[in-house]
């Protein structure tokens, strides 16, 4: 046994990022958590007794659950990410955007993400880039890309910078926003999703990391509605993550 140590204690932010299990996709953040619990759960036990003898075998099933609840619960990245629901979007009016700030010079082949994305999740148009009030060139300045699970926030179009600029940099384009999004599931027999769960715990001076390389959804998700003036509360959905008979979960500390 050791002394009381402060540096162990848990006292740090954490942060829950998932992602499909055995992909090399970007991790996807679940905002707004509370209550962020990775559990090492040893309670199945398995024990042979012999007449004689009494208890000649002893073992346990280790199983990893990570429980949370989760305020961000109408996210439609993250519903499409859980349940794998298909969606049906109505465009509303196309918006130009002016001088909308990037910042004083870029760093080459760096992405720099623009603020607004379109309703049908392509590249937003009329890209203007500007150096200090002077057009760059596409393709020989710049170019862009839309996020799509390897780069980036889902479906924002990103500025690929090609060339060394110091100059201040706007840009000037058009998207179109959604007017609204219908979700549609199947309620009905579905072969669960399997995701790598990853925590991170930051404090001002060091970083801690829990990942679980496979784990389904085992808990009821709820889409409350409840009147926060009334209730004086909002209300989460709990996740609780399960993990899958052959994963690993791997605890890392950073070491000063």
């Not at 002016?98 to 890209?127: M, R």
């Not at 609204?180 to 309620?187: F, I, L, P």
């Not at 970083?207 to 889409?223: E, K, M, P, V």
């Amino acid at each position: 046994m050791t002394a009381i140590n402060p540096n162990d204690l848990a006292k740090f932010t954490w942060i829950l990022e998932i992602r499909p299990a055995w992909t090399a996709w970007a991790f996807s953040r679940l905002a707004s958590v509370k209550w962020l619990v990775a559990n090492l759960d040893t309670s199945n036990i398995v024990e042979i007794k012999a007449d004689d003898t009494g208890t000649i075998y002893k073992a346990t099933s280790q199983i990893t659950t990570i429980n949370t609840d989760l305020y961000e619960i109408f996210s439609r990245d993250t519903l499409a990410l859980l349940f794998n629901w298909t969606s049906t979007d109505v465009a509303a009016t196309p918006v130009n955007i002016l001088w909308e700030e990037l910042w004083t010079g870029w760093t080459i082949w760096t992405p720099i993400k623009l603020a607004n994305k379109n309703w049908d999740n392509l590249t937003v148009g009329s890209i203007v880039i500007d150096a200090d009030g002077s057009a760059l060139n596409v393709v020989t300045d710049y170019s862009s890309y839309v996020w799509d699970w390897i780069n980036g926030d889902l479906w924002y179009t990103y500025i690929v910078p090609v060339t060394a600029q110091t100059w201040v940099l706007d840009a000037d384009y058009t998207y179109t926003p959604n007017a609204s999004e219908t979700y549609v599931t199947e309620n009905d027999t579905q072969e669960l999703k399997n995701f790598e769960i990853k925590i991170t715990a930051t404090s001002d001076w060091k970083d801690r990391t829990i990942n679980c390389s496979s784990a389904a959804l085992s808990s009821t998700y709820w889409l409350s509605f409840t009147d926060v003036m009334e209730a004086w509360d909002m209300t989460p959905a709990p996740l609780e993550f399960t993990s899958n008979k052959w994963s690993t979960t791997t605890y890392t500390n950073a070491i000063l």
